[in-house]
């Protein structure tokens, strides 16, 4: 009776799929994560220090490089997304996921980056500019929607899409960007 339990037991875990959110977080994880602050903490410090004390220059930097990192990431997302699912025919895999949840992080914190200098009397170039920035960190939670959500895999063709479309707003919205 208690073998049959076991083999039961060992059957459902075996057979369970992979919960959409239930992200594990691990010792590289922790690393990283903990590496990327101190990098930011540094990069913070050390803009404030050449901008003479002035918190504004330090956002407004600080909001220029995450746009260049959106794009970058952007780009390098979807080439692993088409190589992903189109050459090798494989479908999600956590460690992309935890990508696609880091680039869309960066993109929220462009935004309350963008929307911090305007609190504090900046203006963008254009007034599409705020629109276009919402549309950037918009882009990635539908796609991660109906990833997740997919009842047919694979689902990577989800996300060639999102990151697509992503890159295409994040170069409009480059072009809309702060007056000089």
Request: proline residues 4%; contains cysteine.
């Given at each position: 009776?208690?073998?049959?339990?076991?083999?039961?037991?060992?059957?459902?875990?075996?057979?369970?799929?992979?919960?959409?959110?239930?992200l594990?977080?691990?010792?590289?994880?922790?690393?990283?994560?903990?590496?990327?602050?101190?990098?930011?903490?540094?990069?913070?410090?050390?803009?404030?220090?050449?901008?003479?004390?002035?918190?504004y220059?330090?956002?407004?930097?600080?909001?220029?490089?995450?746009?260049?990192?959106?794009?970058?990431?952007?780009?390098?997302?979807?080439?692993?997304?088409?190589?992903?699912?189109?050459?090798?025919?494989?479908?999600?895999?956590?460690?992309?996921?935890?990508?696609?949840?880091?680039?869309?992080g960066?993109?929220?914190?462009?935004?309350?980056?963008?929307?911090?200098?305007?609190?504090?009397?900046?203006?963008?170039?254009?007034?599409?500019?705020?629109?276009?920035?919402?549309?950037?960190?918009?882009?990635?939670?539908?796609?991660?929607?109906?990833?997740?959500?997919?009842?047919?895999r694979?689902?990577?063709?989800?996300?060639?899409?999102?990151?697509?479309?992503?890159?295409?707003?994040?170069?409009?919205?480059?072009?809309?960007?702060?007056?000089?």
């Amino acid at each position: 009776m208690a073998e049959s339990s076991v083999r039961s037991k060992k059957v459902y875990t075996q057979g369970t799929p992979e919960r959409p959110f239930s992200l594990k977080f691990t010792l590289i994880d922790g690393l990283l994560l903990v590496g990327t602050l101190i990098f930011l903490v540094v990069v913070l410090v050390y803009e404030y220090g050449q901008a003479g004390g002035s918190s504004y220059i330090v956002l407004k930097s600080v909001h220029f490089h995450l746009s260049r990192y959106g794009l970058i990431m952007s780009l390098v997302m979807l080439g692993t997304a088409f190589y992903v699912g189109i050459v090798r025919k494989n479908d999600v895999t956590p460690w992309f996921r935890r990508g696609t949840y880091v680039v869309f992080g960066s993109m929220v914190i462009q935004a309350l980056l963008g929307f911090a200098l305007m609190f504090m009397g900046g203006e963008p170039g254009a007034p599409e500019h705020i629109f276009y920035g919402i549309g950037t960190m918009l882009c990635l939670p539908f796609f991660i929607f109906v990833e997740v959500t997919a009842s047919k895999r694979p689902s990577m063709g989800s996300y060639i899409w999102g990151f697509f479309l992503m890159m295409g707003v994040i170069v409009r919205c480059l072009g809309t960007g702060p007056r000089a």
